[in-house]
């Protein structure tokens, strides 16, 4: 109040410079607005920097097409173990959980995906993972039962002789799922999760050991 006074009363107070000297604690005008535009250049330089910043960080996090994987999660029982080590034959029934593990911030849309399960490279088995998807950042677990049978061209096979004896039957699986990746509903692209899992039935306690995926 008493400056406004004083200011009112002032001879130079009709001089709008020195009004505005006293308003600004006498700082020119010109330098005054120069600042303002300097400060308001640095504020849209730091809104574009955080702009990039979220449109890279954006870019590389969410906007990200990673591969599923797709691999043999879990084993559960055994439903049938037929192993004749002596003839040599085997015929088993494996309940087995396989997983799609999907780290895309958006679904994994897949197709039916055959996993065939090979003894040294010969056919034993295979089993039909049915079409779904995997959802937003998760792993969708699918049981489902595979028939492990000999085939007769291993009939005479010493290998397999051998290692029924030794009571470890090697396996490996393979498969190829197709499918889409879906972000923000809108972005797609198309996906191929492999899978390539070793692993070994051991036959005198009836279960699965060493199951490796890669
Ligand atoms: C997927 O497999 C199921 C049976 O397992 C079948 O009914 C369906 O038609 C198949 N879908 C495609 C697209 O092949
Ligand atoms: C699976 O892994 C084995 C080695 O463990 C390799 O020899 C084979 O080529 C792989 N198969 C595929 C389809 O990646």
């Known amino acids: 109040m008493a400056d406004k006074n004083q200011q009112a009363y002032h001879p130079a107070a009709a001089n709008g410079y020195s009004r505005n000297d006293a308003e600004t604690g006498g ?22 920097i955080f702009q990039t910043g979220i449109i890279v960080l954006f870019t590389f996090t969410v906007m990200k097409f990673r ?5 043999v999660r879990n ?34 849309k897949y197709g039916n995906t055959t996993v065939t399960f090979y003894y040294k490279g010969t056919e034993v088995g295979s089993t039909t993972v049915r079409k779904s998807k995997a959802n937003f950042r998760s792993t969708k677990k699918v049981n ?16 397999l002789k051998s290692d029924l004896n030794s009571g470890i039957l090697p396996l490996t699986c393979q498969a190829k799922m197709n499918g889409k990746v879906e972000i923000m509903f809108i972005f797609k692209k198309k996906r191929t999760a492999n899978m390539n899992c070793t692993m070994e039935v051991d036959i005198p306690t009836k279960s699965l050991k060493n199951l490796k995926c890669k």
Do not use: C, H
């Open 144 to 159: 489902v039962p595979v028939d492990l049978v000999m085939p007769t061209t291993l009939a005479s096979s010493a290998d």
């Open 27 to 48: 700082v020119d005008p010109r330098e005054l607005r120069r600042q303002k535009q300097k400060k308001w250049a640095l504020y849209i330089i730091a809104f574009v």
């Open 75 to 108: 084993f559960k029982s055994f439903d049938t173990f037929d192993v004749q080590p002596a003839t040599p034959s085997f015929n088993m029934r494996m309940n087995a959980q396989f997983g799609v593990k999907n780290t895309n911030f958006g679904p994994f």
């Open 67 to 71: 591969t599923p994987k797709f691999r």
